[in-house]
């Protein structure tokens, strides 16, 4: 069972995963991360997979979707609903 | 007796005597996947409830090494196929999930359809467009280099929907897809590479692969992934192949019984092309062995498996027709076609420029997770 998570936690994972691969990741919450070719192919799958890790969930094909990935706002919003935080 | 076992058996009695003559013809027959079909090898990466036989990444990784020792044309079939399998399994619609069990079973053969003219390494260029259609969807676009695609039953494709990338499997009888074989290349001769064409070829939705937006990343990414560990691993069966052949070489007596081993500078070379054969392996089995664990880093360990290998190849097959002096010049012969092959290990699944800058990418995030390490909120 996934742990609850807040979005402020959700938040702080994404962007210490994301300041791996980016230079500054300050103020880029909604900033286009996939369709704005901020990372590369192997580093969304990458990302998916440490999401998965982080917060014991599993993306399904469904929520496969942009709106769900392609912001950190989408991201932390993905996760929240994924494990009934808010 | 293990499936490896089967494989190495049947590699040697039904393939070893016939791969000369069918590299020589520049094409495998059509039927050349239904023997390997009988050891399990098509449906390694699919699970057994769509008639699979699941095996792990490192035995999947160790049956293209035995094969490439045969025919690295041969094993990019492996490649291409296990990309594929891994892919409909993963992300196919359960009617196109259902159909898993022809290609690991039946011998027929999947391929994976990326490449266009002028979208090789930058696939972000990517032209072909599939299109919303009444029922499903409408492709448009022409594939190159397709391995396989030839003789292939189901295909791949890559293509730009309104809602971005995605992917699509499309049969070979679909209407509107035309096959054209390529023109044959100095090595993978045998492999059958064709051009796709798709004008308007219309299928339904249950062939979408994966959702729009993520066909290069989710679908794509992962697929090259397994890809370059097959190429890893095949690279690695080329290069024993051939430096068991420059040792055999520099064994042997000459006509006044000094032996090329006795030279020191040809010494280096072998010691040289050992380590690279040697190192590669290592890091391809750690490769496989980290994508099987799940492991954080396995991307990055198969980006680093692919390039050590790749050139470990091309090490190992210069230094074996070197070797070799004249005999190694024959256009036919074994030696001459390493070269050629390895040549190929360092260009398909990312060429080796492509995956020194993702590996780059890489090293430089493992470093800054481990040199920054706790989360920011403690910073």
């Known amino acids: 069972m996934p742990v609850r998570v807040t979005a402020d936690e959700a938040r702080s994972v994404v962007l210490d995963y994301l300041e791996r691969f980016l230079d500054d990741v300050e103020g880029i919450d909604d900033t286009p991360l996939i369709t704005g070719g901020l990372l590369d192919s192997l580093v969304v799958v990458q990302l998916i997979d440490h999401l998965q890790q982080s917060f014991d969930i599993a993306v399904a094909d469904e929520d496969l979707e942009l709106s769900n990935f392609d912001s950190v706002n989408a991201i932390v919003g993905l996760v929240a609903r994924k494990t009934g935080g808010s | ?379």
């Not at chain 2, 260029?125 to 190159?144: F, M, S, V, Y």
């Not at chain 2, 050139?311 to 070797?323: C, L, Y």
């Open chain 2, 1 to 379: 007796m293990t499936a490896t076992d089967r494989l190495r058996d049947l590699l040697q009695d039904k393939y070893a005597d016939r791969i000369a003559e069918w590299e020589r013809a520049g094409a495998f027959p059509d039927d050349v996947a239904s023997g390997l079909a009988d050891t399990g090898v098509l449906g390694a990466m699919v699970p057994a409830e769509h008639g699979g036989t699941a095996w792990s990444h490192r035995a999947y990784g160790e049956a293209n090494r035995l094969v490439a020792q045969h025919s690295c044309g041969l094993q990019s079939l492996l490649t291409v196929h296990g990309m594929v399998t891994s892919a409909l399994n993963r992300s196919g619609s359960v009617p196109m999930r259902a159909e898993l069990a022809e290609l690991a079973a039946a011998g027929t053969v999947a391929a994976f359809a990326l490449t266009e003219a002028a979208a090789g390494s930058d696939v972000r260029a990517l032209r072909a467009a599939a299109e919303p259609a009444p029922d499903g969807w409408r492709l448009t676009g022409t594939k190159r280099w397709v391995s396989f695609g030839q003789i292939a039953g189901l295909f791949l494709v890559f293509a730009n929907t309104p809602d971005g990338d995605a992917a699509f499997a499309v049969r070979r009888d679909d209407p509107g897809v035309r096959i054209t074989p390529e023109a044959v290349t100095a090595g993978f001769r045998a492999s059958r590479l064709a051009i796709l064409d798709l004008d308007g070829c219309e299928v339904g939705p249950e062939r979408l692969v994966g959702r729009p937006g993520f066909g290069l990343t989710q679908v794509g990414g992962r697929a090259l992934v397994l890809g370059r560990m097959c190429v890893a691993f095949g690279s690695v069966g080329l290069a024993e192949t051939a430096l068991n052949a420059a040792l055999a070489r520099l064994d042997q007596p000459g006509p006044t019984g000094r032996r090329l081993r006795d030279h020191q500078l040809l010494r280096g070379l072998v010691a040289d092309a050992v380590v690279a054969a040697r190192g590669a392996r290592l890091l391809a089995e750690s490769a496989a062995d980290a994508l099987d664990a799940r492991a954080e880093w396995a991307v990055s360990e198969t980006l680093a498996a692919k390039l050590a290998a790749s050139r470990a190849a091309t090490v190992a097959a210069g230094v074996s027709a070197q070797i070799h002096g004249a005999e190694g010049l024959v256009e036919d012969g074994p030696v001459h076609r390493r070269v050629c092959d390895a040549r190929v290990m360092e260009v398909i699944e990312g060429n080796t420029q492509l995956v020194q800058d993702l590996l780059a990418d890489q090293v430089l995030a493992r470093w800054r997770a481990e040199s920054r390490p706790g989360d920011r909120r403690s910073r």
